[in-house]
């Protein structure tokens, strides 16, 4: 179960509508549409993804080495870098 599966299930359990600031982005299919916070970059596939596209338990993993590993910063400035050259 990817995590917008899970959060359209959650809201249908708990009879309660999904938070707009998800809403608003965990339908984007365009990835450069997507706002950094949701994205994530996934080595497997070598490409960032959204985070609303990840299974639950790979979420959950990637957040617990993310807690161990301050590359983040470095990655997303490097996605941005990359943006900005392709553009040129």
Known sequence: MNIRQYIEMEAVVHKKSVPS???????????????????????SQGK??????????????????????DTTAVTNKLY???QLLEVA
């Open 21 to 43: 600031d998800f809403y608003d982005h965990m339908y984007e299919k365009n990835i450069d549409k997507l706002p950094d916070k949701y994205k994530y970059y996934s080595d």
């Open 48 to 69: 960032y993804i959204s985070i609303f596209d990840m299974e639950f338990h790979h979420f959950i993993r990637s957040f617990a080495l993310m807690q161990t590993t």
């Open 80 to 82: 941005e870098i990359k």
